[in-house]
């Protein structure tokens, strides 16, 4: 079965361009998570979504980050403008159900995005 | 508030050795409880997760980890390390009230030949 997939898997772009990761979750997830991992933060959960509705944003630093979720089987998490230090890899994640039932989440293998 | 503790950052063993990475959990009734690896420039990997069936739980690659409620803690062990295995290890926690996961601040293993 194919996993989480990501694209792209590297990002290069100068700062106040915009940018737009793009996850794919495993078929038949009803839970889709954006994460941000750095070294000084470790992973920072984002966003979920359950059902394609948006549950959980308290984790987006600010207005420039906005996820979207149109289908159950495609997300968008967009950054406009991008600075610096938005640099980070970032993962999107799919669970079954939700964590405390027992259900893991299933990790793409990130975008790893720079912003020069 | 929950939480999830890894009592070592850093662990260093020989290749043929013993691995043991410690974590500590803030305790639940039934807890959901994993253990993810991240090998570098990859994803979170599953190692394996408690599913209250039994204390001893087995997961791919050869790692287990026991289960103890009165200590709550969910240390994971490996009778032999492989060069393989270095990589980060995250001890999670399933939030019993929200959609979400709650990491531990990872555990770097280190394989000495």
């Known amino acids: 079965d194919a996993g989480v997939i990501q694209s792209p898997r590297h990002e290069v772009t100068e700062m106040g361009q915009e940018v737009t990761l793009r996850c794919k979750p495993i078929s038949g997830h009803d839970y889709l998570f954006w994460y941000r991992q750095t070294m000084m933060r470790g992973l920072e959960l984002l966003i979920y979504?359950?059902?394609?509705?948006?549950?959980?944003d308290s984790g987006m630093p600010e207005d420039r980050f906005s996820a979207k979720m149109p289908n159950a089987s495609f997300s968008t998490l967009k950054i406009q403008p991008s600075e610096p230090r938005d640099s980070a890899v970032y993962f999107c994640?799919?669970?079954?159900?939700?964590?405390?039932?027992?259900?893991?989440?299933?990790f793409g293998d990130g975008t790893r995005l720079s912003i020069l | 508030a929950q939480s999830v503790t890894q009592l070592d950052s850093h662990v260093s063993v020989s290749e043929g050795t013993p691995v043991l990475l410690r974590c500590n959990y803030s305790?639940?009734?039934?807890?959901?409880l994993f253990w993810y690896v991240q090998h570098p420039n990859k994803g979170l990997q599953l190692l394996l997760k408690y599913t209250s069936a039994a204390t001893l739980v087995k997961g791919i690659n050869g790692f287990e980890a026991e289960f103890k409620k009165s200590e709550t803690s969910f240390h994971l062990t490996k009778p032999s390390a492989h060069m393989s295995d270095a990589a980060e290890y995250f001890c999670v926690k399933g939030s019993s009230n929200t959609g979400k996961l709650i990491f531990g601040q990872g555990t770097t293993l280190q394989v000495k030949p």
């Open positions: 305790s639940s009734y039934s807890p959901s």
């Open positions: 994640a799919s669970s079954l159900t939700w964590a405390g039932r027992n259900q893991p989440q299933h």
């Open positions: 979504f359950n059902n394609n509705v948006p549950i959980d």
